[in-house]
């Protein structure tokens, strides 16, 4: 049979199916570095209604490497206080996290759709970055140099508001495209995971939860008594009231058992409940809808060259506002892999690495928020008067109590041993494999920028008070070198170099002198047992590789080592259609 590619479309490093929050993230990533990228989207337009309301100090620093994050905070809430309260509103415990170790606030509440349409409209600056919409995944067909994706024409579903409409055989205008890699991002029904036949592995959820998203008609009318996140912890309803930008608000209704999804969408019964909070006239509905949840994992996140990212690879509980977060990180975690792979700096088995960080990470997500659901919906009074008691006794032990409100519980961006990139951790590499942070450094002329702004997109060897590079092998150099690493002199706060004698009065080019002049960075050296003189090889994501003293030849050739540069097959460079 003849070719079913009945276009004149260009070859492509990666295609990307699906359009959410994970999709838009990592095409920022990929678009950035100049790769070429095609997406498939079934929905013809943007769904128009909020779905996710928060994320984290980690996501905006990858939406800062994705080059959007100004763009895209100064749509959000920000520091908002979480509460667990009493059923009439009053406090048992506030979540109030103070520091910024990401350079960014932790708590954030926004939009989706201003989010949505803030990151489609930035993809706009690459041309190289095609968006298809109204077209749906169909199959796919692989070999050692890259994938065919076939598509048709669609309708969509509105977000899953209303049924497939399948077309007839003859509308629907079958396609193809051609890539390097193919990443399914689209979401818990994904059929990229269908087709390949993945398992979901974890737990359904049948408890029902009623949404109601509003938005006020008078900004001034109708909110001043809520001003943060509450969990109302009543043993008789729990509730959910989320503040969102713009006079949007969120609640969130258990279902008690027995009641029908009809019944809890009924306006009047939407009415009686939202009364107890607010007064209704005063707001706008904006969507309505009775939901469960999942917390599930896919066993497989890699087939040959087709990857799953964000919910097509696990679905997370809504509690701890993680699900979006959790395909951002996946978006960044693959997306600097591919552009490495793609660009030859690496071989194929690095992409090997993206399921074994990030599938841990998203199950403990998954675990701590499936916690939180346990203590928010109690409704055995005698256990939830247990988990009253015990917060009120938490916030009487101020140590106690910190973790709490520093959200200490939270899992940490740091990758489970043995299956991460870069050095296995130990007393000399105890940061090997979590993140660091990013401090606001000082250079010369006396302006602060975001330490990865210094650092750049590529990696970066970083010497605490020291240049990086002394003591390196030529060969190790030019191997950082073929890599684009960045070079960056830390000081403490005035520390650094000066005086009439002794010191070299002019700058070199190939080195980033800056300042921590808010000293972030010093006790976490201290940590990992510097006191001076550490080296510490970022990876492009800012993940720490590996740490030495002084002299860093021998993380320079476990990098290599590690790297296993060999050429890559780039469908984008050979035109070779599957036959079916």
């Not at 100049?34 to 337009?45: A, F, M, N, S």
């Not at 939009?111 to 298809?132: A, R």
């Not at 006396?446 to 010497?463: F, P, V, W």
Request: proline fraction near 6%.
């Amino acid at each position: 049979m003849e070719s079913l590619n009945r276009s004149d479309e260009p070859l492509y490093d990666v295609a990307i199916i699906g359009l959410g929050p994970a999709g838009l993230t990592l095409s920022h990533i990929l678009g950035r570095r100049g790769l070429k990228v095609i997406v498939i989207e079934k929905e013809p337009v943007f769904y128009g209604n909020a779905r996710a309301v928060y994320t984290d100090d980690e996501c905006l620093r990858i939406f800062q490497a994705a080059g959007v994050a100004d763009d895209v905070h100064k749509d959000m809430m920000f520091d908002i206080p979480v509460q667990f309260t009493y059923e009439d509103g009053t406090p048992i415990g506030q979540y109030i996290p103070t520091g910024t170790p990401n350079g960014w606030p932790i708590v954030n509440f926004l939009y989706q759709p201003y989010l949505e349409t803030k990151l489609s409209e930035k993809l706009g600056k690459y041309d190289h970055v095609k968006i298809l919409r109204g077209r749906e995944f169909r199959s796919l067909t692989q070999d050692e140099e890259g994938v065919t994706v076939y598509h048709i024409a669609s309708e969509g579903t509105g977000y899953g508001q209303k049924q497939e409409n399948p077309k007839p055989k003859e509308e629907e205008d079958e396609r193809s495209i051609r890539a390097s890699f193919v990443v399914g991002c689209d979401g818990g029904r994904s059929k990229v995971r269908e087709f390949l036949n993945v398992k979901l592995k974890g737990k359904n959820f049948p408890e029902p939860w009623l949404v109601v998203d509003l938005r006020q008609k008078n900004l001034e009318l109708g909110l001043r008594h809520l001003p943060y996140f509450n969990f109302y912890c009543d043993p008789n309803g729990p509730v959910v009231s989320c503040p969102q930008p713009d006079g949007h608000h969120r609640f969130e209704f258990r279902l008690k058992t027995g009641t029908s999804k009809e019944y809890m969408e009924r306006p009047d019964t939407i009415r009686k409940l939202l009364s107890k909070h607010v007064n209704p006239d005063h707001f706008e509905i904006k969507r309505r809808l009775v939901y469960t949840f999942n917390g599930l994992v896919a066993d497989r996140w890699k087939e040959g060259r087709v990857l799953l990212a964000g919910d097509a690879a696990h679905m997370t509980p809504q509690f701890m506002g993680q699900g979006m977060s959790s395909g951002i990180r996946d978006a960044f975690n693959l997306g600097w892999k591919l552009i490495e792979v793609i660009h030859g700096r690496a071989g194929e088995r690095l992409l090997e690495t993206y399921q074994t960080e990030r599938y841990f990470h998203a199950k403990e997500m998954i675990q701590i928020s499936t916690i939180l659901k346990d203590v928010v919906s109690l409704e055995n009074k005698f256990l939830a008067a247990m988990r009253d008691g015990f917060l009120r006794a938490v916030r009487l032990i101020p140590s106690v109590y910190k973790i709490f409100q520093e959200g200490k519980f939270k899992p940490k961006p740091k990758y489970k041993q043995g299956k991460y990139f870069g050095i296995p951790r130990n007393s000399s590499n105890r940061h090997a494999g979590t993140l660091m942070p990013q401090p606001d450094l000082q250079i010369m002329d006396g302006t602060n920028r975001k330490m990865d702004q210094i650092a750049g997109d590529s990696y970066a060897l970083i010497g605490q008070g020291i240049d990086p590079r002394k003591g390196l092998s030529e060969k190790s150099l030019s191997f950082l070198n073929s890599l684009g690493t960045k070079y960056i002199t830390i000081y403490e706060k005035g520390k650094r170099p000066q005086g009439i004698r002794g010191v070299v009065r002019d700058f070199d080019p190939g080195l980033n002198e800056v300042e921590d002049i808010y000293s972030l960075l010093k006790p976490w050296f201290k940590e990992a047992g510097y006191k001076k003189n550490g080296v510490v090889l970022l990876r492009p994501d800012k993940f720490v590789f590996g740490m030495a003293k002084s002299n860093s030849n021998k993380l320079v050739e476990e990098l290599e080592r590690q790297l296993d540069r060999r050429p890559v097959h780039r469908a984008a460079q050979v035109r070779s259609f599957v036959q079916v």
